[in-house]
C-alpha cells in the first residue's frame, strides 16, 4: 500500500485567497483524522472522520476551516479566507478499528504559507 | 498546565548511550502513543500502549497507569535516532489524541 497520500506537498498562498488541502487515507482505513502542526503549539487534532462521518470537529479554529470526506477514499480541508497565522504543517492520518484502537498512519503533510 | 507533559524538551546524547523520555499526563487515558517525527517531518507511529510494556529492536515503551507516566527508552543509541519523539494520550472512549510537545533528540557520533 502507498501509505496515506496527501497534496499537494508545499502550498504558499496569499492572504485571503482560498486553499485545498487533500488526503486519500489507506484504503480499508475507517478513521481520517486532520491534524495542524505549528512551533507555538505543535501538534493539534483538527477533525476527525469515521465511515465518513464527522465525528469531532471541536479542534477546528473558525469558520474559515471545513472539512468534507465524501467517500471513504478521500477527504479535503479548506480554509477560505485564508491568513497568515493559519501557515503551518497539516498532517492527515488514518487507522482502522478492529474492534479497539490502533496505530494511527500518518501523511507526509502539506506545509502551508500565507503571505 | 498541559495534559501532557514531556522532559526533557530537549536531548543530546552520545552514540551508544542509554536514552529516556519520559512523559507524565493529568487526565484518565484509554491508550498512549508514542510517535516519532523526523527533521523531513514526517511522522511514524512507534508504540501504542495502555499497560506494562513493549519493546521493538531497541526501543521500550512502557507505561504506569497508576503514576500517569510512561517512559520511551533507547537502548545503544545511533545518530540515525535523532528525531523529535511525541507523545500522545488517548483519552476514554474518543479516538482524540492529545499530544506532547516533543522531546528533540541529537546522537552525536
Known amino acids: 500500500d502507498a501509505g496515506v497520500i496527501q497534496s499537494p506537498r508545499h502550498e504558499v498562498t496569499e492572504m485571503g485567497q482560498e486553499v485545498t488541502l487533500r488526503c486519500k487515507p489507506i484504503?480499508?482505513?475507517?478513521?481520517l483524522f486532520w491534524y495542524r502542526q505549528t512551533m507555538m503549539r505543535g501538534l493539534e487534532l483538527l477533525i476527525y472522520f469515521n465511515n465518513n462521518v464527522p465525528i469531532d470537529d471541536s479542534g477546528m479554529p473558525e469558520d474559515r476551516f471545513s472539512a468534507k470526506m465524501p467517500n471513504a477514499s478521500f477527504s479535503t480541508l479548506k480554509i477560505q479566507p485564508s491568513e497568515p497565522r493559519d501557515s503551518a504543517v497539516y498532517f492527515c492520518?488514518?487507522?482502522?478499528?478492529?474492534?479497539?484502537?490502533?496505530?494511527?498512519?500518518f501523511g507526509p503533510g502539506t506545509r502551508l504559507t500565507v503571505l | 498546565k498541559n495534559e501532557v507533559e514531556q522532559s526533557p524538551q530537549n536531548l543530546t546524547a552520545q552514540e551508544g548511550e542509554f536514552i529516556t523520555i519520559n512523559c507524565s499526563y493529568s487526565?484518565?487515558?484509554?491508550?498512549l502513543h508514542w510517535l516519532q517525527q523526523h527533521p523531513g517531518g514526517g511522522i511514524v507511529s512507534l508504540f501504542m500502549l495502555s499497560s506494562g510494556k513493549k519493546k521493538h529492536g531497541r526501543l521500550i515503551a512502557t507505561i504506569n497507569i497508576q503514576e500517569k507516566h510512561s517512559s520511551l527508552h533507547i537502548t545503544a543509541s545511533h545518530p540515525r535516532d535523532s528525531a523529535v519523539y511525541i507523545c500522545?494520550?488517548?483519552?476514554?472512549?474518543?479516538?482524540?489524541?492529545?499530544f506532547g510537545t516533543g522531546t528533540l533528540l541529537a546522537v552525536q557520533p
Open positions: 487526565v484518565g487515558i484509554s491508550a
Open positions: 500522545a494520550v488517548r483519552r476514554g472512549a474518543t479516538n482524540k489524541l492529545i
Open positions: 492520518a488514518s487507522s482502522f478499528s478492529s474492534g479497539g484502537y490502533n496505530e494511527q498512519f
Open positions: 484504503s480499508g482505513h475507517d478513521y
